[in-house]
């Protein structure tokens, strides 16, 4: 069985990019100059790797890949009954400026789902709500992979 990933687009926001194999969704706001950004990936994990872990490694991964990369927060959490982290950091971009962004990860059985928002630091709190909601409609839904005959 498979699952895939299901939600919400604001109605500004536009879904730019979806890759069939349901590894990656990005979702882009652009009225300015930069896009604003949601994305929603699927890695496959070890079961036993917990939210805890998948936090620590996104963190070494940004710290390596951002320049002036600074944690805000990071914290366990529960979504929809999943065990879950939230990070918020911000980076420099070189081309964009000071960037926040936001990470939710839920772990399901074998599989991470990550949720990312990013935006430029003055821009970033005026999308949290519709971001938030956009994260609320996620849901993590089973299909079944499809049948092949020989």
Known sequence: MKNKVAGHV??????????TSGDLMQTYYRKDGFAEKLTA???N???????????????NNYAEQYRDFFIIE???????????YTLLY????????????????????NKA???????????????VPVVEKMIESFHIIPTLSPM???
Not at 10 to 19: K, L, P
Not at 46 to 59: E, K, M, T, W
Request: aromatic share 12%; glycine share 10%; hydrophobic share 35%.
């Open 148 to 150: 092949t005959f020989e």
């Open 74 to 84: 990071s914290k366990p959490l529960t979504l929809r009954g999943d065990p879950a």
């Open 113 to 127: 789902y990550i949720i990312s928002y990013s935006a430029q630091q003055p821009e970033y709190h005026i999308f």
């Open 45 to 59: 994990i070890n079961s036993s790797v917990s939210p805890g872990q998948l936090s620590s490694a996104a963190i």
């Open 10 to 19: 604001g109605c500004d926001w536009v879904n730019s990019q979806s890759f």
């Open 90 to 109: 911000t980076y420099n971009d070189p081309g964009a400026g000071q960037i926040s962004a936001m990470d939710i990860g839920v772990k399901d059985g």
């Open 41 to 43: 990936a699927v890695f």
